[in-house]
């Protein structure tokens, strides 16, 4: 695709854009990627930032990479702050609304009390609610508190959500944070 068919307001970046898709990238897409949209651009190379993973319906900041297309981060990525120091790159982007059902990977970290029949209740919480689970691990931690981190499927904010507040009234669950993340 010639740099040319890029849209005038979005000129400046096209010293940054490689409208070849590298090898490289094009391997880390998955189903999630085409989601997103960058606001003046049809054909861009998008992908979403390993260090927060954004998901459908939470705000998310693009950033131009030198030659690896647009970079999608949360806006509450704590990298994001780091992008302010090259706002020339920073790009407006948006998830797509098409009605295809996305899938993501995402891990949850929740502190629970050390007792029999926790890691099963949990597990049942999130089948409840139509979610897979990938994998499932509990181990003790320094306190008298154990530790759960589940890997679940979802297909949106929204979503992981319901599981997370779901999960915060199982009790013996302490707290719920997706693994990552602050808050
Ligand atoms: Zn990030």
């Known amino acids: 695709m010639p740099a040319t068919q890029a849209a005038p307001s979005a000129a400046h970046l096209a010293p940054y854009i490689s409208f070849e898709t590298p ?6 897409l998955g189903s999630g990627e085409e989601k997103i949209k960058v606001k003046g651009f049809d054909d861009l190379m998008v992908f979403r930032a390993r260090c927060c993973s954004p998901i459908r319906g ?14 999608v981060h949360s806006a509450t990525c704590p990298n994001v702050v780091n992008l302010l120091y090259d706002p020339e790159r920073r790009i407006e982007v948006e ?3 098409s009605d ?20 099963a209740a949990v597990s049942a919480k999130i089948a409840g609610i139509n979610t897979n689970i990938k994998n499932m691990e509990a181990r003790t931690g320094e306190d008298k508190n154990a530790r759960i981190d589940v890997t679940i499927e979802i297909s949106d904010l929204k979503h ?3 599981v997370i507040k779901s999960l915060r009234g199982v009790e013996g669950v302490l707290g719920v ?3 990552g993340r602050a808050g």
């Open 160 to 162: 992981l959500e319901k």
């Open 100 to 119: 295809a059902v996305a899938r993501y990977t995402v891990k949850l970290t929740m502190e629970v009390e050390d007792r029999k029949g926790l890691l």
């Open 23 to 28: 090898a490289c990238v094009r391997r880390v």
């Open 95 to 97: 998830w797509d609304k």
């Open 58 to 71: 939470e705000k998310i900041v693009g950033y131009v990479t030198r030659g690896k297309g647009v970079s």
């Open 177 to 179: 944070e997706r693994a």
